[in-house]
T-cell receptor, first 112, second 114 residues
Framework: DAKTTQPNSMESNEEEPVHLPCNHSTISGTDYIHWYRQLPSQGPEYVIHGLTSNVNNRMASLAIAEDRKSSTLILHRATLRDAAVYYC?????????????FGKGTKLSVIP | DVKVTQSSRYLVKRTGEKVFLECVQD?????MFWYRQDPGLGLRLIYF???????EKGDIPEGYSVSREKKERFSLILESASTNQTSMYLC?????????????FGAGSRLTVL
């Protein structure tokens, strides 16, 4: 049970920012929020994760709401290579917890 | 970069055959996972292993077994393949990064059972 809710699909124009939303209203205080993406014909790849603070890396930024019930993955300038299915996952990262359960994700289309 | 290699990208098997899907990772990760991916259902966890010879059931273990005899290798076994096991199978290993477990996936093995 992924326990996250994402839109089924979104569109963006190339070179514009993209904001991918995720709701996780039942998240507990020790759950991390992870984002993965899956390009066509490939396995998923890790994008970013965070707990409470906003996070940035070379691929994207993650904005986490103050109440932690929602988050937004931000791609600052969408490229055609960013067209993929994006998965938002919550994961308890305590000792002995190893499972990530993926939902259906958001299919992002990038328009040239 | 961590590399997770799945031995076969495409397999076609007949109902009742025994099927082995092999996965090897080259970064000494302790945790390894097998998922299946079906249209409209996302990724579902079949089994995972947190150490050699250790295994835990995931969400959909029925009809599958696993083997982890060496740290780098995690095998998924279908004892008697059925048509409803036609799917994309994804192997992954995980490492700790910034307080959380991060997965690295292989490219996938697409199995068709006739």
């Amino acid at each position: 049970d992924a326990k996250t809710t994402q839109p089924n699909s979104m569109e963006s124009n190339e070179e514009e920012p993209v904001h991918l939303p995720c709701n996780h209203s039942t998240i507990s205080g020790t759950d991390y929020i992870h984002w993965y993406r899956q390009l066509p014909s490939q396995g998923p790849e890790y994008v970013i994760h965070g707990l409470t603070s906003n996070v940035n890396n070379r691929m994207a930024s993650l904005a986490i709401a103050e109440d932690r019930k929602s988050s937004t993955l931000i791609l600052h300038r969408a490229t055609l290579r960013d067209a993929a299915v994006y998965y938002c996952i919550r994961l308890y990262s305590g000792a002995g917890s190893y499972q990530l359960t993926f939902g259906k994700g958001t299919k992002l289309s990038v328009i040239p | 970069d961590v590399k997770v290699t799945q031995s076969s990208r495409y397999l076609v098997k007949r109902t009742g055959e025994k099927v082995f899907l092999e996965c090897v990772q080259d970064m000494d990760h302790e945790n390894m996972f097998w998922y299946r991916q079906d249209p409209g259902l996302g990724l579902r966890l079949i089994y995972f292993s947190y150490d050699v010879k250790m295994k835990e059931k995931g969400d959909i273990p029925e009809g599958y077994s696993v083997s982890r005899e060496k740290k780098e290798r995690f095998s998924l076994i279908l004892e008697s393949a059925s048509t409803n096991q036609t799917s994309m199978y994804l192997c992954a290993s995980s490492f700790r990064h910034a307080g959380a477990n991060v997965l690295t996936f292989g490219a996938g093995s697409r199995l068709t059972v006739l």
